[in-house]
């Protein structure tokens, strides 16, 4: 069944339900992952519910139906996140299960963009460049003649031009046995 | 060091800019200069800390080199005009319409010219070769030659619904160094949030927090540009920053030289209080509280002589 905070998952964070099941501590505290052998595999499960079957024992956000990952939901998310270096905890450290991790990743990244969770701020140094915008690429500069009237051509090829009459002569002299009589030198009307 | 302010610079011409000689000596004695601020750990990872023994001679060479380093850390931004929109046409050509469907912009990738002298053209399915405007010239430039910090896409962080839940949580700076790094300084983004961020800044009296940063010149600039000086004047005296003040109506001064106090400051060359004084008469819209703090502050000077 769907969750009663399905549209404000803030709201969770502050009842007396989230309180008396979680306490003050994180929502993953206490989760202990079942794996065979000492050293844990470094991927957790890829998901929690496969084929609309849920596994046996889910991780600590699939196994709460309230526990919404969204990027409003900025208390959930900062469980997630280490207060000092401020990255977000590896899924093994906090035992979810692999799609979850990168749900969460995105909603991080989404309330980070927002500005609802704090992002390093990378100090970038004042541009020194001219501002004055007096370069050609990038101010005013005078239009082409053909732009200002509307009966010029842009090229001046779009319009018959007389060939230079050397041109003409050769062309006459290669062509002599084929060139039609009184073939005319002006333009076609 | 900054060489030492002009002696009184005459309003030959009409209006001190924000990059003159004077005015950028007085932001900057406003600015302050607190070691602990602008040094101030961020989060970046767990290390133990490093202890170092040193002699006098060592701390005060150590100190001068971070006031150096903390130098170039204030360094303020420039504050600009808005840029003028580009749409200048190259071209039209007729035989080149209804041959392709979408637009092709063309950039001149050479690595050695300066961004503002790069050719950025875009052709048209019309057939228009025109140049790009200001937003098409700074996501070129900025997918071909990416700088650190700006994204292509500007966050969302920076509209108008969202900026106020940052302003709630008092991040003012982050997000001054965010849009520097984010957008040009004569880009109408910018300066929108600038202007927003001062806003924001003297509606809740917040001028502490952009104290020791580079922007605090910026917003001393822009609340005198509009004649707002009264919550600043009432915060620098109550934490007993007089000559700040007064350097603030000097400036205050310089940028209306009309005005009543100006004329009257200029007959009597008055210093320090009196200054104070002769401006909180005239020009300010809050004189009860101004003449509340200096009292305040004269009583607290006259106990501590006393004492």
Not at chain 1, 6 to 17: H, V
Not at chain 2, 28 to 38: E, F, S
Not at chain 2, 97 to 113: P, W
Not at chain 2, 139 to 153: A, S
Request: proline share 9%; glycine share 6%.
């Amino acid at each position: 069944p769907p969750s009663p905070y399905k549209d404000r998952p803030w709201e969770y964070l502050e009842s007396e339900e989230y309180r008396a099941t979680y306490g003050d501590k994180p929502v993953w505290h206490g989760y202990r992952r079942n794996h065979k052998g000492s050293v844990p595999p470094q991927r957790t499960r890829k998901a929690c519910l496969r084929r609309g079957k849920h596994v046996g024992t889910p991780c600590p956000i699939c196994r709460d139906r309230n526990l919404l990952v969204d990027f409003r939901n900025v208390k959930l998310l900062d469980q997630f996140i280490c207060p000092h270096s401020g990255a977000i905890f590896h899924p093994i450290h906090t035992g979810i299960c692999m799609q979850q991790h990168r749900r969460l990743a995105q909603a991080i990244a989404q309330a980070q963009d927002h500005g609802l969770l704090w992002i390093h701020v990378p100090f970038v140094p004042v541009p020194e460049e001219d501002f004055s915008n007096q370069h050609a690429a990038v101010g005013k500069t005078p239009p082409a003649p053909a732009l200002k009237g509307p009966g010029q051509a842009w090229y001046p090829w779009y319009e018959w031009q007389q060939p230079p009459a050397a041109a003409v002569a050769r062309m006459r002299h290669n062509y002599q046995g084929f060139l039609k009589e009184n073939y005319p030198d002006t333009p076609p009307s | 060091q900054r060489s030492p302010p002009p002696a009184e610079r005459k309003a030959a011409q009409p209006r001190p800019a924000f990059t003159d000689e004077a005015v950028q000596t007085l932001l900057y004695k406003m600015t302050g200069l607190d070691l602990r601020k602008v040094f101030r750990p961020v989060k970046k990872g767990l290390r133990p800390p490093h202890y170092k023994l040193m002699t006098e001679a060592q701390l005060e060479e150590a100190t001068r080199k971070a006031i150096e380093e903390a130098k170039t850390k204030l360094i303020m931004p420039p504050v600009l005009n808005e840029r003028e929109p580009i749409d200048d046409v190259l071209a039209e050509d007729k035989v080149l319409e209804g041959t392709e469907t979408a637009k092709y912009v063309f950039t001149d990738l050479s690595y050695s010219i300066p961004h503002r002298e790069r050719f950025i053209v875009v052709r048209e399915p019309n057939g228009v070769l025109r140049k790009a405007t200001w937003e098409e010239r700074d996501r070129m430039i900025q997918i071909f030659f990416p700088k650190e910090g700006r994204r292509v896409i500007p966050p969302t962080l920076f509209k108008d619904e969202n900026l106020g839940a940052v302003f709630q949580q008092d991040r003012h700076e982050d997000v001054l160094n965010m849009c520097i790094a984010q957008f040009e300084p004569d880009s109408p983004d910018y300066i929108r949030v600038h202007r927003r961020t001062y806003e924001d800044i003297e509606t809740h009296g917040k001028y502490d927090l952009l104290r020791s940063t580079r922007h605090f010149g910026g917003m001393v600039w822009y609340l005198l540009s509009r004649k707002k000086a009264d919550g600043l004047l009432i915060d620098m005296i109550s934490r007993d920053l007089v000559e700040d003040a007064a350097s603030l109506i000097t400036l205050y001064h310089m940028l209306h030289p009309d005005c009543q106090s100006a004329k009257e400051a200029k007959e009597g060359k008055l210093q320090g209080v009196d200054l104070i004084k002769a401006f909180v008469k005239t020009e300010s819209q809050r004189e009860g509280y101004i003449q509340l703090a200096l009292q305040a502050y004269e009583e607290a000077m006259a106990t501590s002589s006393a004492s």
